[in-house]
């Protein structure tokens, strides 16, 4: 995702370091990934059972072979031939206007050879459902303004774009600056 998003000179996460700070709390009521796992052969759902969550299964028919030579690299069972997709990373946040918890959308991402064939349109939809299940009051999220073809499927899915809206962010240097400031 860093390099599509022409980021990497920001990319410092470890696997060591997401495993021990992104999955060691329950699905909700923190940060929650939504794992897009695709395979040749049908998924056993007997498997996959948790107390906070049903993970979704659909059956999608895509036109094959889809090359990924990275296949290898996104493939958590070398066993058998399911590969991840794709993910969608969000969290709860709090819009005070609506007096009601939302969820906030960092990153959602389909991996190149599996764009434009529904994929993020499932990961998008999987979080919507969970929202309205839970009676969340909003999902939002930012979106680069170079990645009209994003942009143009937000809106597609009855997303509003708020070109009035800026992005804050205090990090590095900035954020130690205002630590130091007195209160």
Same mark, same amino acid.
């Given at each position: 995702?860093?390099?599509?998003?022409?980021? /990497?000179?920001?990319? $410092?996460?470890?696997?060591?370091?997401?495993?021990?700070?992104?999955? @060691?709390?329950? %699905?909700?009521?923190?940060?929650?990934?939504?794992?897009?796992?695709? +395979?040749?052969?049908?998924?056993?759902?007997?498997?996959? /059972? +948790? =107390?906070?969550? /049903? %993970?979704?299964?659909?059956?999608?028919?895509?036109?094959?072979?889809?090359?990924? %030579?990275?296949?290898?690299?996104?493939?958590?069972?070398?066993? @058998?031939? $399911?590969?991840?997709?794709? *993910?969608?990373?969000?969290? %709860?946040?709090? =819009? +005070?206007?609506?007096?009601?918890?939302? *969820?906030?959308?960092?990153?959602?991402?389909?991996?190149?050879?599996?764009?434009?064939?529904?994929?993020?349109?499932?990961?998008?939809?999987?979080?919507?459902?969970?929202?309205?299940?839970?009676?969340?009051?909003?999902?939002? &999220? #930012?979106?680069?303004? &170079? !990645? $009209?073809?994003? #942009? !143009? *499927?937000?809106?597609?899915?009855?997303?509003?774009?708020?070109?009035? &809206?800026?992005?804050?962010?205090?990090?590095?240097?900035?954020?130690?600056?205002?630590?130091?400031?007195?209160?």
């Amino acid at each position: 995702m860093a390099v599509f998003e022409r980021l /990497t000179h920001l990319f $410092v996460a470890t696997e060591a370091g997401l495993a021990s700070t992104l999955f @060691n709390s329950r %699905p909700f009521q923190a940060v929650t990934v939504f794992l897009l796992e695709i +395979s040749r052969s049908p998924f056993s759902t007997t498997d996959a /059972t +948790s =107390p906070d969550f /049903t %993970p979704f299964f659909e059956t999608h028919n895509v036109d094959l072979p889809i090359e990924d %030579p990275e296949s290898q690299d996104f493939s958590p069972d070398k066993l @058998n031939d $399911v590969i991840v997709a794709g *993910f969608v990373l969000f969290f %709860p946040n709090y =819009p +005070s206007f609506l007096a009601k918890q939302g *969820f906030y959308i960092e990153d959602i991402f389909v991996r190149e050879p599996y764009r434009r064939k529904g994929f993020g349109k499932m990961l998008l939809t999987a979080v919507a459902k969970q929202a309205v299940k839970l009676g969340v009051g909003r999902v939002e &999220w #930012i979106v680069i303004d &170079w !990645n $009209v073809n994003a #942009i !143009n *499927f937000y809106e597609q899915m009855g997303a509003t774009v708020f070109k009035e &809206w800026r992005l804050c962010r205090l990090t590095g240097d900035a954020l130690q600056a205002i630590d130091k400031l007195s209160i």
